[in-house]
């Protein structure tokens, strides 16, 4: 994002002509009096006055063409000086000038431009005969254009430090949005996925021989296919935030129970124990409870092979607990579960909570989830 750009379009005048009248008055009464101090130097004039009007009208457009204004200003300021006027009012147009060249362009352009303007400031010191100081007048003559160029361009940079900050901010909150989701969705489809995939090859298996039974996997399919649709209805109208979101629960703990008899219906035999008083739970917590169930279930639908499950739920005093083992192969952890079960503990972990998985010495695989009653702020 340019600065200077979005400076320009947004340009009100108002505020650039007030500083010029400012300066126009200042200029004309402030350029008698430092004539009045310094009799040496050339006598204030008309031609004095008109270079000093012609310096500061021009930033009444400043911030529209600093560029321009800002050699303009360069022009009248350096044949001030060169005709011999006092040190004056003028100087101070001329700093403002250099500045909004210094915040408004790009540092290097700006460098470029204000190279030549310091030159043509110091003009003066070579060729009017009436400074005294000759030479040594170089230094403090050079402070008129790099003083105000460091403070303009120091304030450009920061600000453009301040819009990437916002805009990486922004960014990353996006993708965080975009990851939510990604996971949300993961979890929905890929556990429909998977009990659809059981129920499939069963109903192969038994197409030929006992049909009968091919039928019931066949319901069962569609049962589930429905479910998980129905679901992930829900889920994207929380994020389209229409207005039946608000009236679509997202899931919890409460369905567990339901979640375990539609896996026992795919051929997973699931038990279901819970210890301590059921109550209520902040809604993310509820929420990422019942996926590191679901996901650790698709994965020992995937994975665990003939096995049976056991989900274990435990509600303390400050926090809930999860546990889900199976009597599956265990061992390994292929790159579809490391996927989920990396999911799994990124939405534990930024609500203060923890997840431990790992293979059990008698057999199988274990996830325990430990997440706080209130998510952490």
Known sequence: ?????????????????ALAVGLLVVGGVGTTAVGDEFPQAAPVDGGAYALVAVA???????RRWPVSVL???????????????P???????????VYTVARHRPIRRALVVCV????????????ARVRPEGLSGVLPGSAWVVVPFAVGASIRVNRESATRTRVEQARRLADEERLRIAQEVHDVVGHGLAA??????????????????AEAA????????????DELRATLSVVRRDADAERTPAPGLDQVEALTVRLHRTGLPVTLTVDGERRPLPVAVDLAAYRVVQEALTNVLRHAGAATATVRVGYLPDEVTVEVTDTGRGGSVDGAVGHGLTGMRERVEALGGSVATGSRPEGGFRVFARLPAEPRR
Not at 116 to 127: A, E
């Open 196 to 213: 659809i995939n059981m129920q499939a090859e069963i109903a192969l298996h038994l197409l030929a021989k006992r049909p009968e039974q």
């Open 71 to 85: 050699a303009v200003c360069a022009v009248a300021t350096s044949a001030y000086l060169v005709a011999g006027y």
């Open 1 to 17: 994002m340019v600065v200077g750009d979005r400076s320009e379009r947004l340009w009100n005048p108002l505020p650039d002509v």
């Open 56 to 62: 500061a009208a021009g930033l009444a457009v400043r």
């Open 218 to 229: 066949l319901t069962a399919i569609s049962r589930t296919s429905r479910e998980a649709l």
């Open 87 to 97: 040190y004056g009012p003028i100087l101070v147009s001329f700093f403002v000038a």
């Open 116 to 127: 030549p303007v310091l030159v043509l400031l110091l003009l003066h010191v070579v060729v």
